[in-house]
């Protein structure tokens, strides 16, 4: 079984800090990590991907996230935040295996960033 | 850029009505799939199709079948909507498992 776990539903930070989202899995083999942000009125977008090799990945809109294996985790961060970057944003699990693709999504985290 | 084209954008129907959704890829991928999105904006995935294939068929009620005609096409047909089945329907492709989704716009579907 995989699961994916995003434990703060809402994040509100001031334009110019540092934001953190929070990602945790749940899969027996080697994950496929990613993050996607979805904006108010759109679709879904991706940021970045983890699949193999250095455990910090860079994204796009200035982006990256950390892979730790010993928690489970894969954070979102960015310095600073800008209020551009209000959005919902989803951390998603690849972990299909044999040929079949099955992206899970955890409930998503939407961040307000105050001007 | 949109490289995968959902239609309708919207459509409103009563209970028990049939409703088609279509959707259409120009980038090439092999494996296209359907999501469903609630009103609380939780992401579930429905249905997996590789090169018109199906690979992974979510636990959805039977009304629900994807339909195939190439690898560039995945249609989603609800046989006999219900009141739960108002969501936002997504589109996606992707290379393969390890490659980005792109996704489609969706189609927002509302059973009254």
């Known amino acids: 079984a995989q699961s994916v776990d995003q434990p703060d539903a809402h994040v509100t930070l001031s334009e110019g800090a540092s934001l953190e989202l929070r990602c945790s899995y749940s899969?027996?083999?080697?994950?496929?990590l990613f993050w996607y942000v979805q904006y108010p009125g759109q679709s879904l977008q991706f940021l970045l991907k983890?699949?193999?090799?250095?455990?910090v990945v860079k994204g796009t809109k200035g982006f990256e996230a950390e892979f730790r294996k010993s928690n489970s985790s894969f954070n979102l961060k960015k310095s600073p935040a800008h209020w551009s970057d209000s959005a919902k944003y989803f951390c998603?699990?690849?972990?299909?295996?044999?040929?079949?693709?099955?992206?899970?999504f955890g409930k998503g985290a939407k961040l307000t960033v105050s001007p | 850029e949109t490289a995968v084209f959902q239609t309708p954008n919207y459509h409103v129907t009563q209970v028990g009505n049939e409703v088609s959704f279509n959707c259409k890829q120009t980038l090439g991928h092999d494996t296209m799939y359907w999501y469903k999105q609630d009103s609380k904006k939780l992401l579930k995935i429905m249905f997996s199709y590789n090169n018109k294939q199906l690979i992974v068929n979510e636990t959805v009620p039977r009304r629900f079948s994807p339909q195939s005609s190439d690898k560039a096409h995945l249609n989603l047909r609800i046989k006999s909507v219900e009141p739960e089945d108002s969501a936002v329907y997504l589109c996606?492709?992707?290379?393969?498992?390890?490659?980005?989704?792109?996704f489609g716009a969706g189609t927002r579907l509302s059973v009254l």
């Open positions: 998603a699990l690849e972990g299909g295996g044999g040929t079949g693709s099955k992206l899970s």
């Open positions: 983890y699949i193999t090799g250095d455990t």
């Open positions: 996606a492709s992707s290379r393969d498992r390890k490659n980005t989704l792109y």
């Open positions: 899969y027996s083999a080697a994950p496929y």
